[in-house]
């Protein structure tokens, strides 16, 4: 099982990121998979999931309608649109996915946002 993040970098307050998420090493389009943040001295925490049977989703509240999630089974990725971004959203982000009781994780993207 691999997950491999991309897409973090350095953005202002207000600006977007795209992150995405390539999967391998399993059957894609029979797992949840959510992403994660650790923003800096913080817990990690999780900020949106998707579901594999019928796509729908679970957002974090201070998430809600700013972040969208979304996958492509065909291609075997998820993406994390990231709108009006705050200082708060500061944090390394990770895929994630439960495959038979067992955590995988990606090696997570910074995302960082500062005037």
């Known amino acids: 099982v691999q997950l491999v993040e991309s897409g973090g970098g350095l953005v202002q307050p207000g600006g977007s990121l795209r992150l995405s998420c390539a999967a391998s090493?399993?059957?894609?389009?029979?797992?949840?998979v959510s992403w994660y943040r650790q923003p800096p001295g913080k817990e990690r925490e999780v900020v949106v999931t998707?579901?594999?049977?019928?796509?729908?989703?679970n957002y974090r509240d201070s998430v809600k309608g700013r972040f969208t999630i979304s996958r492509d089974n065909a291609k075997n990725t998820v993406s994390l649109q990231m709108n009006s971004l705050k200082p708060e959203d500061t944090a390394v982000y990770y895929c994630?996915?439960?495959?038979?009781?067992?955590?995988?994780w990606g090696q997570g993207t910074q995302v960082t946002v500062s005037s």
């Open positions: 998707i579901l594999s049977a019928d796509g729908s989703t």
């Open positions: 994630h996915v439960r495959i038979w009781g067992r955590e995988y």
């Open positions: 090493g399993f059957t894609f389009s029979s797992y949840t």
